[in-house]
């Protein structure tokens, strides 16, 4: 690979990125692509861009179910490549297209990504992980070669936390978590949430909320509207979350 394009989740950039990421790529060129960047504000991409920058890495949004961005990224792959066919040419080489390889957790958006940037179906892509299942080669104009590849999560997760995050914005399969408890620790984090708080869960399910344990706030919302299924309150308050009905916010912010 001439360069590696990692794409992350921008609700979750920190819990999106595998721990053995940076020994893996070594001294080769990254860029890093804040895919579903209408579910964050423009706040939470600002000082991600902030926090990339200051470290020297390449970063940009992107939206790729409607394609914002695409163009940028096939630029900005070309240009941080482009001194890989100059050293071509001082050797005698012909030139050849730049090799950029996608990288990446499952459903982060990857292969809607390539779709997007070549504007036609290449590779498959739908809204669940482990759809891609082998590597992929796929030509962008003369100059450029993009590799779709599968999405690979670490065997074992050893942070919860992240993990959490994960299930939370549906980046991990849903027989890998249990609803209830998800959905509770997603309750307790947008209580917290300066740009949530009680007051959105007061809106949405016209129901006050007693206290900061999200546990008893999900058993309250499903006797409120689910005859006492936890699991339907809990799916509920998930699909909400992810359809951004309480408002697009991100689950992280840069460490500081």
């Known amino acids: 690979m001439d360069v590696v394009i990692e794409v992350r989740d921008a609700r979750i950039p920190l ?11 070594g001294n080769r060129r990254r860029i890093i692509v804040m895919n579903r960047e209408d579910m ?22 992107s939206n790729g179910q409607l394609g914002m961005g695409t163009m940028k990224l096939g630029r900005m792959a070309k240009s941080v490549a482009s001194t890989v066919n100059t050293k071509r040419r001082e050797k005698g080489l012909l030139p050849r297209p730049v090799r950029a390889g996608i990288v990446g957790y499952p459903n982060v958006g990857k292969s809607s990504l390539i779709n997007r940037l070549l504007k036609r179906r290449m590779c498959p892509a739908a809204p669940r992980p482990g759809v891609t299942r082998e590597l992929k080669w796929v030509r962008f104009g003369k100059d450029l070669e993009l590799l779709d590849s599968p999405g690979i999560l670490p065997m074992r997760i050893s942070d919860q936390t992240a993990a959490l995050k994960l299930a939370i914005c549906d980046d991990i399969g849903e027989r890998s978590y249990d609803f209830d408890d998800v959905a509770a620790i997603l309750v307790q984090l947008l209580l917290r949430h300066p740009a949530v708080g009680s007051e959105a869960f007061r809106k949405r399910y016209k129901i006050n909320v007693d206290s900061d344990c999200g546990k008893m706030f999900v058993t309250k919302l499903s006797l409120h509207l689910f005859n006492g299924d936890t699991s339907q309150a809990a799916f509920r308050i998930l ?18």
Do not use: C
């Open 40 to 61: 964050v504000s423009a706040e939470d991409r600002n000082a991600w861009a902030t926090y990339f920058s200051s470290q020297g890495i390449k970063v940009m949004y």
């Open 15 to 25: 819990a999106t990125t595998h721990p053995k990421m940076d020994s893996w790529l």
């Open 239 to 256: 699909s909400d979350f992810r359809k951004g009905r309480f408002g697009w916010v991100a689950l992280e912010r840069p460490p500081t």
